[in-house]
């Protein structure tokens, strides 16, 4: 029997550029070369990547800063070609989807512990500026707190590790949130993408495939020793082994 949506509004809108086919790599700008962004994204290309994640920080949601919308407008003017996946990790994050819209992210993603019941409302308004909608749980946050918002998600980030900085250790118990996710997406036929962040290298990549996610957000993995087409590939390997 087929399984119905939850409500009308499951229907990802994701561009088949960024959706693709198989598991994406979306490369966190966080451990690129700052002084030499643009050699970043052509190393980026080369590697075979269509996602750039971008890493938003405030100082409050979490305690380190990052990049303004003034940075990704810079960027993209060298990145045309990219998906822009513009994760806030911040407090206000309405404040800026329409900033960072205008710079050129092409998917915005909040964190539920800074939405709180304005999430559903928050990802309709994403939706609205004709981007893909994203949000997002901390470590300790249970599915149970997205639950109510996922219909209105494009995309579902779990954190695999306590977020603000790059090269920490994945966090295990955080892959049964995504198993959890993607037992949820199948129940109630719904279609939005499972990203991981945090933690991700080429052993952990089997474990979170494993466990049901879509796109794997690395950094430290993908920029070490600026090696970024052979530490894909590395990532790559390790995944298609699994199949
Ligand atoms: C953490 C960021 C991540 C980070 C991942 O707050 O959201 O995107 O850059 O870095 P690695 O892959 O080094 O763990
Ligand atoms: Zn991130």
Known sequence: MAKKPLAEDSTSSFPARARGRGVHIAPSILSANFAD???S???MRQAGCRWTHIDVMDGHFVPNLTFGPGFVEAIRAVGKDFYFDVHLMITNPRDFVKP???AGAQCITFHQEAAGDDSTNLLRYIRRQGLQAGISIRPRTPVSALTPHLTHADLVLVMTVEPG???QKLIPGTLNKVRELALLREEHALSFLIQVDGGIG???AQLA???GSDVLVAGSAVF???KVKENVKAIRKTISEMR
């Open 100 to 102: 960072f819209a205008a």
């Open 41 to 43: 994204l052509v190393a």
């Open 202 to 204: 080429p052993e952990t």
């Open 224 to 226: 070490r020793g600026g």
């Open 209 to 211: 495939v494993a466990a």
């Open 37 to 39: 962004m643009r050699s």
């Open 165 to 167: 900085y790059g090269g």
